[in-house]
């Protein structure tokens, strides 16, 4: 049943989704399914109809955004957190941070609201800061830097790379 999304396994329907490539930066999984607990084809249908419209507004929403709430870049999922707090009208701060006023004035927006899961774990600041290590710091390093090669073959980009991976740690001593 091509467009439905729809399989059935026993008596029940399920409803089954791979992620379209446009949106795989804003969906963490690549395939969607779960039961919808009903045995009426005409029902799961309607189901997954609303289920699929409601995901693709979502995913839209995320990229119209720029920003990924399901990235696996852990800098870049923080960034995304703290854009939707202030969408909301938040300062960005994680939950440890939060006074009982603004948590509870985070609440209520959410109960009023029709925020999605990553969403609502945004507001409430359950996104945790990024901590870098130094191979992270390199390869931001690399990002920042990728105008100078990114003309280069993947050879020549390899022994670029490798050049600045190859300074022995007594070179970067002496530069501090």
């Given at each position: 049943?091509?467009?439905?999304?729809?399989?059935?396994?026993?008596?029940?329907?399920?409803?089954?989704?791979?992620?379209?490539?446009e949106?795989?930066?804003?969906e963490r999984?690549?395939?969607?399914s779960?039961?919808?607990?009903?045995?009426?084809f005409t029902?799961?249908?309607?189901?997954a109809?609303?289920?699929?419209?409601?995901?693709?507004?979502?995913?839209?929403?995320?990229?119209?955004?720029?920003?990924?709430?399901?990235?696996?870049?852990?800098?870049?999922q923080?960034?995304?957190?703290?854009?939707?707090?202030?969408?909301?009208?938040?300062?960005?701060?994680p939950?440890?941070?939060?006074?009982?006023?603004?948590?509870l004035?985070?609440?209520?927006?959410?109960?009023?609201?029709?925020?999605?899961?990553?969403?609502?774990?945004?507001?409430?600041?359950l996104?945790?800061?990024?901590?870098?290590?130094l191979?992270?710091?390199?390869?931001?390093?690399?990002?920042?830097?990728?105008?100078?090669?990114?003309?280069d073959?993947?050879?020549?980009?390899?022994?670029?790379?490798?050049?600045?991976?190859?300074?022995?740690?007594?070179?970067?001593?002496?530069l501090?």
């Open positions: 049943m091509w467009g439905t999304h729809l399989k059935q396994k026993g008596r029940w329907w399920h409803y089954y989704r791979s992620v379209p490539r949106f795989a930066d804003v999984k690549p395939l969607i779960f039961s919808l607990k009903t045995g009426d029902e799961a249908k309607r189901m109809a609303d289920i699929s419209a409601r995901l693709e507004q979502d995913w839209r929403d995320a990229k119209a955004r720029g920003v990924s709430l399901c990235a696996q870049d852990a800098a870049e923080y960034r995304a957190a703290a854009a939707v707090q202030r969408q909301f009208g938040f300062a960005p701060k939950a440890a941070d939060l006074t009982d006023e603004e948590l004035e985070r609440l209520r927006l959410l109960i009023s609201g029709q925020q999605s899961a990553p969403e609502r774990g945004a507001v409430l600041g996104t945790a800061e990024p901590q870098y290590s191979s992270d710091a390199f390869d931001r390093f690399w990002d920042y830097i990728k105008d100078e090669w990114i003309r073959s993947r050879d020549q980009q390899r022994v670029k790379r490798n050049i600045y991976l190859g300074s022995r740690p007594i070179d970067f001593m002496l501090a």
